[in-house]
């Protein structure tokens, strides 16, 4: 991976100490004046400011731009409190991912909103130098400064903390009457019911890879090292047939048709009401219309479980898991909490998805305290035997105000606050095993699993598995082209790995030629995980 800090646009003009020389104190009383004047009109201008990620696994960087798209997924978090605004008040969204922060951007607006995860801090913090510079009121919000909001309260002059249907509207409130807080926390997870429809029309459609959707939060685990509990709760809040048909139709109606993230932080937590009301409300909605969507979600193993579910799961359209596996060793699984996974043969389990029509996608960490050097071996022949494809594995990191961070901190271990992100070679805290064996033996992992035989052997093991269900095949356009060019030029003549690629593609054309679609997509990602872990980036 490229270094943490992040390429932004920074113009020249907008150096603080040269351009706008102004004292903390002046800053302040222009942004008081501010808000009891200008914010209390009508016509406010508000920019929401989505901050850069840096080159991750799910960045996709290396790849999206080949098949015409700029970012994955777009903010999420920011289109909806975007919706929560007054309808007055005119908005703009720039998400730094998908085009350049211009100087007039900032000031155009009365107020910036910024909302960011932990690995996009780096960015974050060269946005508010900006912003600052421009004397504009900043507030935020979102994972980054929930979990973290103590190293930005000198910068930042509003923080709305948490889940935004708790405390936005008070914050809206107490800002037009000039009475406006620092700090705004959440007392309680709110009511789901309260959530509205993202403000889709702030973005550029043709930018991203896949749209967003959220049914539930909250997961009923309680993971050592998983903020979500911190975030979200552990009782499962899911949304009511019709907030989620809406959802559903307004991304139909923005003309959106193609691949959907439902988000949720587990989306089986309710099973109960996910088979009796929600999945069928969306098998008819998809039937309805034809079906525009496929979804892809996160879920724990213990899907593989409920047969009824899956099935009907899979007429829904879900079509990808992803799955925290985490830890082919009991004692490591057993050491986080992560007891779901224990007491069942976890290979199995994977492949009874994906013979039900699933491709699952799996998260490993190694770095546990009972973890032993013969652990990196261990995650090598689990992942290249389940044919999990798309394995994200990361060295343990203890984040924010989660039960692992406060268990290293009170032991004296913590040595400096996570990135955010668990697939470089970075440690925040003194592991058990020796640092540079776990470091090294991390980097094997990925090297070894990532090389293109490795690679392509575990796509050939996971499509003998795979049984999708008949779909109707998607319309065939330009991105379709462009991905069919890129997987023939880039993995078939360019990159190293060629014969392993010819190999697989002709295995699938005489053996399995409905699977071709996934070896040409799963080639593409390839060359993303290729350039990450074996080209230097690291």
Same mark, same amino acid.
């Given at each position: 991976?490229?270094?943490?800090?992040?390429?932004?646009?920074?113009?020249?003009?907008?150096?603080?100490?040269?351009?706008?020389?102004?004292?903390?104190?002046?800053?302040?009383?222009?942004?008081?004046?501010?808000?009891?004047?200008?914010?209390?009109?009508?016509?406010? %201008?508000?920019?929401?400011?989505?901050?850069?990620?840096?080159? +991750?696994?799910?960045?996709? %960087?290396? /790849?999206?731009?080949?098949?015409?798209?700029?970012?994955?997924?777009?903010?999420?978090?920011?289109?909806?409190?975007? &919706?929560?605004?007054?309808?007055?008040?005119?908005?703009?969204?720039?998400?730094?991912?998908?085009?350049?922060?211009?100087?007039?951007?900032?000031?155009?607006?009365?107020?910036?909103?910024?909302?960011?995860?932990?690995?996009? #801090?780096?960015?974050?913090?060269?946005?508010?130098?900006?912003? %600052?510079?421009?004397?504009?009121?900043?507030?935020?919000?979102?994972?980054?400064?929930?979990?973290?909001?103590?190293?930005?309260?000198?910068?930042?002059?509003?923080?709305?903390?948490?889940?935004?249907?708790?405390?936005?509207?008070?914050?809206?409130?107490? !800002?037009?009457?000039?009475? &406006?807080?620092?700090?705004?926390?959440?007392?309680?997870? =709110?009511?789901?019911?309260?959530?509205?429809?993202?403000?889709?029309? !702030? /973005?550029?459609?043709?930018?991203?890879?896949?749209?967003?959707?959220?049914?539930?939060?909250?997961?009923?685990?309680?993971?050592?090292?998983?903020?979500?509990?911190?975030?979200?709760?552990?009782?499962?809040?899911?949304?009511?047939?019709?907030?989620?048909?809406?959802?559903?139709?307004?991304?139909?109606?923005?003309?959106?048709?193609?691949?959907?993230?439902?988000?949720?932080?587990?989306? /089986?937590?309710?099973?109960?009401?996910?088979?009796?009301?929600?999945?069928?409300?969306?098998?008819?909605?998809?039937?309805?219309?034809?079906? =525009?969507?496929?979804?892809?979600?996160?879920? +724990?193993?213990?899907?593989?479980?409920? =047969?009824?579910?899956?099935?009907?799961?899979?007429?829904?359209?879900?079509?990808?898991?992803?799955?925290?596996?985490?830890?082919?060793?009991?004692?490591?699984?057993?050491?986080?909490?992560?007891?779901?996974?224990?007491?069942?043969?976890?290979?199995?389990?994977?492949?009874?998805?994906?013979?039900?029509?699933?491709?699952?996608?799996?998260?490993?960490?190694?770095?546990?305290?009972?973890?032993? =050097?013969?652990?990196?071996?261990?995650?090598?022949?689990?992942?290249?035997?389940?044919?999990?494809?798309?394995?994200?594995?990361?060295?343990?990191? &203890?984040?924010? #105000?989660?039960?692992?961070?406060?268990?290293?901190?009170?032991?004296?271990?913590?040595?400096?606050?996570?990135?955010?992100?668990?697939?470089?070679?970075?440690?925040?805290?003194?592991?058990?095993?020796?640092?540079?064996? !776990?470091?090294?033996?991390?980097?094997?992992?990925?090297?070894?699993?990532?090389?293109?035989?490795?690679?392509?052997?575990?796509? #050939?093991?996971?499509?003998?598995?795979?049984?999708?269900?008949?779909?109707?095949?998607?319309?065939?356009?330009?991105?379709?082209?462009?991905?069919?060019?890129?997987?023939?030029?880039?993995?078939?003549?360019?990159?190293?790995?060629?014969?392993?690629?010819?190999?697989?593609?002709?295995?699938?054309?005489?053996?399995?030629?409905?699977?071709?679609?996934?070896?040409?997509?799963?080639?593409?990602?390839?060359?993303?995980?290729?350039?990450?872990?074996?080209?230097?980036?690291?």
């Amino acid at each position: 991976m490229n270094n943490s800090k992040t390429n932004i646009d920074i113009d020249k003009t907008l150096d603080c100490e040269t351009a706008h020389p102004i004292t903390h104190e002046v800053r302040l009383k222009t942004k008081d004046i501010l808000d009891t004047d200008t914010l209390n009109e009508t016509g406010k %201008k508000i920019l929401l400011v989505y901050p850069q990620y840096p080159n +991750s696994f799910w960045s996709f %960087k290396n /790849i999206l731009r080949l098949i015409g798209k700029r970012a994955a997924y777009p903010p999420f978090g920011l289109l909806t409190v975007a &919706a929560m605004l007054p309808a007055r008040w005119e908005k703009k969204l720039v998400d730094m991912n998908v085009e350049k922060l211009k100087a007039e951007d900032i000031n155009w607006a009365d107020m910036v909103l910024i909302s960011a995860m932990i690995i996009q #801090k780096e960015s974050v913090k060269e946005v508010i130098k900006r912003i %600052k510079c421009l004397n504009k009121p900043i507030v935020a919000g979102g994972p980054l400064f929930t979990t973290g909001w103590e190293e930005f309260t000198d910068d930042v002059d509003h923080l709305v903390l948490g889940e935004a249907e708790e405390n936005f509207n008070e914050f809206l409130n107490d !800002l037009n009457s000039g009475k &406006a807080r620092r700090i705004y926390e959440v007392k309680n997870f =709110p009511d789901i019911h309260k959530a509205v429809v993202p403000k889709w029309d !702030l /973005i550029d459609k043709k930018y991203y890879n896949s749209m967003c959707l959220q049914i539930s939060r909250g997961c009923p685990f309680n993971c050592e090292f998983c903020d979500i509990v911190r975030l979200n709760g552990r009782i499962p809040r899911i949304k009511t047939r019709k907030q989620i048909i809406d959802e559903l139709e307004a991304l139909y109606q923005w003309g959106w048709r193609g691949g959907v993230f439902f988000v949720d932080d587990n989306f /089986i937590g309710n099973k109960v009401k996910l088979e009796k009301e929600i999945l069928p409300a969306i098998i008819e909605w998809q039937k309805k219309r034809h079906q =525009p969507f496929l979804f892809n979600t996160q879920v +724990s193993i213990d899907l593989a479980d409920k =047969p009824e579910l899956i099935s009907m799961m899979v007429k829904a359209g879900v079509t990808t898991l992803f799955i925290g596996i985490e830890s082919p060793d009991k004692n490591s699984l057993e050491e986080c909490n992560k007891l779901q996974n224990k007491n069942r043969d976890l290979v199995s389990s994977v492949k009874k998805l994906q013979n039900a029509g699933f491709e699952v996608q799996g998260g490993f960490i190694v770095g546990f305290d009972n973890d032993k =050097p013969s652990i990196f071996q261990s995650q090598i022949d689990f992942i290249q035997k389940s044919g999990i494809v798309t394995a994200m594995v990361g060295l343990l990191n &203890a984040l924010p #105000k989660t039960r692992l961070y406060q268990r290293l901190k009170d032991a004296g271990r913590l040595v400096e606050e996570s990135s955010g992100s668990n697939t470089v070679s970075e440690l925040n805290f003194k592991p058990k095993m020796d640092r540079h064996t !776990l470091v090294e033996g991390y980097k094997n992992i990925m090297r070894t699993i990532y090389s293109p035989k490795e690679y392509y052997q575990r796509v #050939k093991t996971f499509l003998r598995e795979f049984k999708p269900p008949f779909r109707k095949a998607p319309k065939f356009g330009l991105y379709h082209m462009k991905a069919l060019f890129y997987s023939l030029w880039l993995s078939g003549v360019r990159y190293e790995g060629q014969r392993y690629y010819w190999a697989l593609l002709l295995w699938s054309l005489f053996r399995r030629p409905t699977t071709i679609p996934y070896v040409i997509g799963s080639s593409i990602t390839g060359i993303h995980f290729n350039k990450l872990y074996l080209q230097g980036n690291k």
